[in-house]
């Protein structure tokens, strides 16, 4: 007898999208839909949920989403609501009004480049802090009104999912993204063609699809080599957000910088500005050097200096570890048909990355940013300055403190990251024009007129939107990781919504120190345990995959919430993304932030807890060091007790512990007849009123204005104009320089002050310098004064230039007459420059000639 088996092939499946087709009275809906305006506008996102509130809940607020999963049925019926087609009507037009808007005269036009973007939840191309900055300035650069356009990467696959293990070992999932269900548009050609960019890389063409996402008035346009025409290695270019090796990390850079360039170019898009957040973004200036040597027939020279005027440098690191570097050999790989392009040596090319090439070989894409952009700046007040440290070996002629790198501190997008209780509360109060003009202290002070009880229900309200929140996502987490579900009720109704409940989020590097809380378990346990005064703690965060030490960080966060004395208590929750964020900044009575001083370049999640009326407790560090004011919020002090960083994270848990047990949980707890924290809504409306307006991306794009876009789009055009005859002026100033610089002599330097100085005591100088053959007065002079600190460090106090009395034939007469100002020991020396009035800066041309005293 035959026995038969069953047999299956294998089936070969296709793919096909059925698009919605809505009735012609709502097809508004799909414009709406695409444009990423509808992420911080309340009206639109009120407008979708009308169409069916379940669904718009499935679908996790993503309009795209909702119009494909919406039966036509329902749309017909909502084409006959005459209520419903009014509301489209003036939603859709309030939205072309908004487009309608041209561009402010305030700004030149800017090009933006960032390798990341955190707009929404819905588009996986962020990870982190950097991204979701990147995503909010773009939002506010299209409520300026400031003509912008940005280049990023459409990510196939992102950033990763992340999900725990039964141990609370992280575990990253990359999901790939549909780009069909995306709120992304294929830029094609007037034929109906895809628009691709041809890079050149290494004996090959790279080609790269160009994406185009709406943000509001500014495009952001994306890039994407995921496609046929590439080899499989390099469509995997844009799969992955920091994925891969070294190697991959500089393809992906250039094709961000070279490739970013070329992609406006075949849009026929200039602009004034160039913008570099970050050093990822640093090789659109070769690409821009290329072509002004090449179209523009200029010099090298030349080219640098149209290049550098037009061009900002924002660096977001405090450490050089963070920056990034490409041995010589992978970078001469890629890059060495480039040295032709620009008519200059190898050396000269892979020099423009390196400090000091004796030192390190490698080539730093920071360096590289530096030497081509006239600006750069750090993202708070302690970052500039730690930066000014970190990058002066640059500039080895300058002291830190004279350097030219300076700050703008990063703000957050009010419109987003405020909640719509918030906003009302503020539109209210305030009325809605405040929006343009958010960092007016005056309009923020009518928030002492809002009644105690409304502070508080608004918070009250939000925060049990968020345990509502929690008791969903950790059931549903804690089910995935196939744990105990008779556990889950427990730890669900532990969760209080009496209790003072604390928030910790951010990228678990090991310098964030989110291990500070856990150094003393058992005075933790009083704490949390205190049945009259309870107190919860929420964790989230991502570590990177290859960060070791803080995926067990993780790990270890997640055991000790399981322990008997902690279950319910602490609440680890998985997947941080912007999502999640905007619930816990928002729905939590304090924010914590504990990171190694000085390594929090800028920090914005506080931010954004800030302006929901949530208060912060912080190091300070970051923005945190200038916005702490006393009354609104607590500090955690900036100055270092012990060099030994075990020793001080010790210092400050304990630190933390007694704040927490003397200062903050009583004072949450002290209610007055109406169960209302009086004091502590009064330390609410201080923080609203005397820190949120600082800390806007209104204010942060009114800095980048005022102190770089408009420097660089005035000094910039006028090295363009008549055929970039000031440029080539320049340029030949200092070759002239350079040629004669080490055949200058100093004939005669000579001081005269009295033995012992005392305060308003006079002293001159002399100096008589021979320039030879250079023929020009462009010769600085300069008394530098100096002081050690306690380390024993010298630290820049002052430079007295010199004015130039007379010339006689090759000898340049110099005089110096001052008083001394200030008591104290000092150190002087006397500094040699190159002198032009058309210099931004004296970094811009940093030769330093140190000279000595001839009698």
């Known amino acids: ?193 895809p628009i691709l960019v041809e890079v050149p890389y290494p004996n090959r063409t790279v080609y790269a699809a160009i994406w185009k996402v709406a943000v509001g008035r500014v495009p952001l346009y994306l890039l994407d080599t995921d496609i046929d025409r590439n080899n499989e290695d390099d469509r995997t270019i844009s799969h992955s957000l920091y994925g891969g090796d070294n190697e991959n990390r500089l393809k992906q850079e250039i094709m961000l910088g070279i490739g970013g360039i070329l992609a406006l170019q075949k849009l026929g898009i200039t ?188 918070r009250q309200n939000l925060k049990c939107k968020l345990i509502k929140f929690l008791k969903g996502q950790f059931k549903d987490s804690w089910l995935k990781s196939q744990q105990d579900p008779s556990k889950i009720v427990s730890i669900l109704d532990k969760i209080d919504k009496n209790a003072l409940l604390i928030g910790f989020g951010r990228r678990f590097a090991t310098y964030k120190r989110a291990h500070l809380l856990f150094s003393d378990l058992d005075r933790l346990a009083k704490i949390v345990n205190n049945p009259d005064a309870p107190v919860q703690f929420v964790y989230t965060g991502k570590a990177h995959p290859a960060d070791g030490a803080g995926r067990d960080l993780i790990r270890r966060i997640v055991e000790i919430s399981r322990m008997p004395q902690f279950l319910g208590k602490i609440i680890f929750l998985e997947n941080y993304d912007m999502r999640l964020a905007k619930r816990l900044i928002s729905g939590v009575d304090v924010w914590l932030n504990t990171p190694t001083r000085p390594l929090e370049a800028s920090g914005t999640s506080g931010e954004k807890a800030q302006m929901n009326g949530v208060l912060n407790f912080s190091v300070l560090d970051g923005w945190w060091y200038e916005g702490y004011v006393e009354g609104a919020g607590w500090a955690l002090t900036d100055k270092r007790t012990y060099e030994n960083q075990e020793c001080q994270d010790q210092l400050d848990a304990a630190t933390i512990y007694s704040m927490l047990e003397q200062e903050i949980i009583p004072l949450f ?46 000094r910039s055009g006028l090295l363009a104009a008549n055929d970039f005859a000031k440029a080539r002026e320049i340029a030949a100033w200092k070759r002239n320089i350079v040629t004669h610089w080490d055949t200058i002599e100093v004939n005669q330097l000579s001081i005269q002050a009295p033995p012992n100085p005392t305060i308003g005591d006079s002293y001159q100088a002399e100096a008589v310098i021979n320039v030879k053959d250079l023929n020009d007065n462009g010769i600085g002079l300069e008394l530098v004064i100096t002081s050690l600190d306690d380390n024993g460090k010298m630290h820049f106090e002052r430079a007295k230039e010199f004015d130039l009395v007379k010339r006689e034939g090759s000898l340049l007469y110099f005089a110096l007459k001052t008083k001394w100002k200030h008591g104290g020991t000092f150190k002087y020396a006397f500094r040699m420059f190159p002198k032009n009035a058309d210099l931004p800066h004296r970094m811009d041309f940093a030769y330093v000639r140190w000279l000595q005293v001839t009698n």
Not at 680 to 690: D, F, G, L, P, T
């Open 1 to 193: 007898m035959e026995i038969k088996v069953n047999y299956v092939n294998e089936p070969s499946w296709g793919e096909f999208t059925v698009n919605t087709k809505l009735p012609k009275k709502l097809e508004t809906l799909t414009v709406l839909a695409k444009n990423l305006y509808w992420v911080w506008n309340v009206n639109v996102k009120n407008l979708f949920a009308k169409i069916d509130a379940k669904k718009w809940h499935d679908c996790r607020h993503n309009p795209l989403a909702m119009l494909d999963i919406v039966n036509a049925e329902r749309f017909e019926q909502l084409a006959d609501d005459t209520q419903f087609v009014a509301e489209l009507n003036k939603v859709y037009a309030d939205f072309q009004a908004y487009l309608a808007e041209k561009p402010s005269k305030k700004s030149p036009s800017v090009a933006y480049f960032s390798m990341e973007y955190g707009l929404t939840d819905h588009l996986k191309i962020y990870s982190g802090g950097l991204g979701i900055l990147a995503g909010d300035y773009l939002k506010e650069a299209s409520d300026s009104n400031i003509d912008m356009a940005a280049v990023g990467f459409l990510y196939r696959y992102g950033y990763f999912t992340q999900t725990l293990s039964v141990e609370g070992q992280q575990i990253a999932n990359y999901e790939a993204q549909n780009f069909n269900k995306l709120p992304v548009t294929q830029v094609k050609d007037k034929n109906d063609n």
């Open 271 to 458: 602009k004034e500005v160039y913008h570099c957040n970050e050093g990822h973004a640093a090789l659109i200036n070769i690409q821009r050097l290329v072509d002004k040597i090449q179209n523009d027939k200029l010099t090298i020279s030349e080219a640098l200096e149209v290049v550098r005027a037009s061009s900002l440098y924002t660096v977001h690191t405090p450490v050089p570890a963070g920056h990034d570097y490409f041995e010589e050999n992978v970078f001469g790989r890629y890059m060495g048909d480039y040295a032709a392009k620009l008519g200059i040596s190898w050396t000269d090319l892979i020099n423009l990355g390196r400090v000091d090439a004796t030192e390190d070989s490698r080539f730093c894409m920071s360096v590289f940013a530096l030497n081509t952009c006239q600006c750069a700046n750090g993202v708070s007040y302690l970052h500039g300055e730690v930066s000014k440290n970190m990058f002066a070996p640059l500039w080895k002629g300058y002291f830190p403190e004279e350097l030219h790198v300076s700050y703008v501190t990063n703000g957050v997008h009010l419109p987003t990251w405020a909640t719509s209780e918030w906003k009302d509360l503020y539109e209210k109060t305030f009325d809605k024009t405040f929006y343009s003009d958010q960092s007016n202290l005056e309009i923020w002070d009518n928030i002492y007129s809002v009644p105690d009880t409304k502070i508080w229900e608004t």
């Open 669 to 714: 707890f002290n209610r007055d007849k109406n169960n209302i924290p009086a004091e502590w809504v009064q330390y609410i409306k201080k923080s609203i009123a005397k820190i949120t307006p600082n800390y806007t991306t209104k204010r942060m794009i009114d800095d980048y204005i005022s102190r770089f876009y408009s420097v660089l789009g005035n």
